[in-house]
């Protein structure tokens, strides 16, 4: 079992739709958690943390359910510049190395 | 603010030929640093990460090797490249700082594309 598991996708949504993504992590040691956007052939940048009593930035919305180890991310209002890969990220102490564990990526394709 | 530089953005390489990929930090001191690579179409491996000049910690044991002979720099190297070394390599930061860092995101440089022939 990957340790940090995505559905890969795609999701083909039309622009101004509500769209969620889910992601499961395996280390129940997990600290903290985060979702990256990656556009095509370029490198993850921050989209934001997730707190464990979620949170949110302005059309973005995450969540953390720690009983049953997923985060999530919803999206509203779609636009077209969305379209990217969303990849989950989980950091867990135990291995006390601080390097974060990456989800292969949720492909996101916003359509006009 | 901090800034992350990452060199060459791409490299074609034949197989067996050395490498060297140079990354540094500027704006923050006694950065953790790391090393990954995307293979095409897959997740980001962790490679080598460092919390300080000299201390290299390896994650997957194969022909790369990682040095940081400076604070806020660290390179990524190999004496012979392999077909398999090809992918997308990324370096990346975050603030040093115990417990309290552990809320910090990690911040990544453009990347280096690279081929092997």
């Known amino acids: 079992r990957k340790e940090v598991e995505q559905d890969p996708g795609p999701f083909n949504v039309p622009e101004g739709a509500t769209v969620a993504f889910n992601c499961t992590y395996s280390?129940?040691?997990?600290?903290?958690f985060f979702w990256y956007r990656q556009d095509c052939r370029k490198e993850p940048k921050l989209l934001m943390s997730v707190y464990s009593s979620g949170n949110e930035d302005g059309r973005f919305t995450a969540q953390l359910n720690r009983a049953s180890q997923y985060i999530s991310l919803l999206i509203r209002d779609s636009k077209l510049s969305d379209s990217a890969t969303y990849l989950c990220?989980?950091?867990?102490?135990?291995?006390?190395?601080?390097?974060?564990?990456f989800g292969s990526g949720t492909r996101l394709q916003v359509q006009p | 603010s901090q800034t992350i530089h990452q060199w060459p953005a791409t490299l074609v390489q034949p197989v067996g030929s050395p490498l060297s990929l140079e990354c540094t930090v500027e704006g923050t001191s006694n950065p953790n640093l790391y090393w990954y690579r995307q293979a095409a179409g897959r997740g980001l491996q962790l490679l080598f990460y460092?919390?300080?000049?000299?201390?290299i910690s390896s994650e997957v044991p194969q022909n790369l090797s990682a040095s940081r002979p400076q604070d806020r720099q660290f390179i990524l190297s190999s004496k012979k490249l392999l077909l398999s070394d090809s992918g997308f390599y990324l370096c990346?930061?975050?603030?040093?700082?115990?417990?309290?860092?552990?809320?910090?995101?990690?911040?990544f440089g453009d990347g280096t594309r690279l081929s092997i022939l």
């Open positions: 280390n129940s040691a997990s600290q903290s």
């Open positions: 990346a930061w975050s603030p040093w700082g115990g417990q309290a860092y552990s809320n910090q995101p990690q911040h």
């Open positions: 460092s919390v300080g000049i000299g201390q």
């Open positions: 990220v989980v950091r867990w102490m135990d291995t006390g190395r601080r390097a974060l564990t």
